[in-house]
């Protein structure tokens, strides 16, 4: 392993952070879960590495009306928060089916949304990657692509996108609090990442300095759930990840939310199958013909059409289990 000399900085506080972020090739650091590996696979080549652990914005804030993460709480701060447990528990499902303790002890809220691909493409130096060194190639379209994704991908790239926690935030209508040079902006956070298209080395809307400060979530008259397939029980990313959101009133489904991991570019949402649910009894019927119509929109590649039907069967089984909460 060679590693290219580096310049280190721990930011004093929010400006300073959003000046040396400025600079070409500086990364921002925090838990470094994710960003170190990457580094030592030579995935990535930062010429700055910048601190962001002593700016604060750690605390997990359960109020009346909303649930408040600031971007450097730990996952496992969130995850047995009592509050986030009681009135969120989507949340907290989402992050337990993350990594290992060892891994959610020192990664970060932010940190967990802005991950990298998994695309084994990506995540190595020695292999053709758009996102990686734009106008390589893309080569899981024709080779290893078992697990790329069936939704948003491009001729460019089918890498998939990581996060549990994204997953779970996007079903709750989450906001994402920014800040740079031109000051805070919120944004849905479902707005935060960008599709491949032609230009897949650009994942995320943030500029050159932009920090994520907080992520802010609504309380909801709702029953959730969190269902998660993988390769094995425990230290997996999804190869399908569905959470689902119900609301019922007097019998019927008033509102449904439901977003998809493991089988897009992005955190997927399935609009069709949430219309499919509306004035509806949450009954297996409802849930079947719903889930039918996760197909719409796909775009399988050779060895990864298997995602489609898994789909169905992850979220006729997170319909039940939200149903039945």
């Not at 998994?118 to 190595?124: A, G, H, I, N």
């Not at 998660?228 to 119900?246: G, I, P, Q, T, Y």
């Not at 004035?279 to 059409?305: C, H, I, M, Q, Y």
């Amino acid at each position: 392993m060679n590693l290219d000399p580096f310049d280190y900085h721990r930011a004093i506080d929010l400006p300073d952070a959003i000046v040396h972020l400025m600079a070409p090739g500086a990364m921002a650091v925090a838990g470094g879960t994710d960003l170190l590996p990457l580094w030592r696979a030579s995935a990535l080549q930062p010429t700055q590495f910048v601190d962001l652990g002593s700016l604060g914005h750690a605390a997990v804030g359960a109020e009346p009306g909303r649930l408040m993460l600031g971007a450097l709480a730990r996952l496992s701060d969130a995850a047995r928060h009592a509050e986030v447990r009681a009135r969120w528990p989507l949340v907290a499902a989402a992050i337990e089916a993350s990594a290992s303790p060892q891994v959610r002890n020192l990664a970060t809220i932010g940190g967990n949304l802005l991950q990298r691909t998994r695309c084994p493409y990506f995540r190595s130096g020695d292999l053709p990657c758009n996102r990686r060194q734009p106008m390589s190639g893309c080569g899981a379209r024709d080779g290893i692509h078992r697990q790329a994704a069936i939704f948003g991908g491009s001729p460019h790239c089918v890498a998939t996108h990581a996060s549990d926690l994204a997953v779970a935030l996007v079903a709750l209508d989450a906001a994402v609090l920014i800040a740079g040079a031109n000051g805070e902006r919120h944004l849905p956070l479902s707005d935060l990442w960008t599709l491949p298209g032609d230009r897949p080395e650009v994942e995320t809307v943030l500029a050159p300095g932009e920090v994520i400060l907080s992520v802010e979530a609504p309380a909801m008259p709702a029953t959730t759930a969190y269902r998660k397939v993988r390769d094995r029980a425990s230290f997996e990313f999804a190869v399908v990840s569905v959470a689902a959101v119900l609301s019922l009133n007097d019998g019927l489904i008033t509102r449904a939310r439901l977003v998809a991991g493991g089988v897009g570019t992005t955190p997927w949402r399935l609009p069709n199958c949430e219309r499919a649910l509306l004035g509806k009894s949450p009954s297996p019927e409802t849930f079947r013909a719903a889930a039918r119509l996760a197909a719409d929109g796909a775009a399988p590649l050779r060895d990864n059409a298997f995602k489609v039907e898994l789909l169905q069967r992850t979220i006729m089984r997170a319909l039940e289990e939200s149903a039945n909460a």
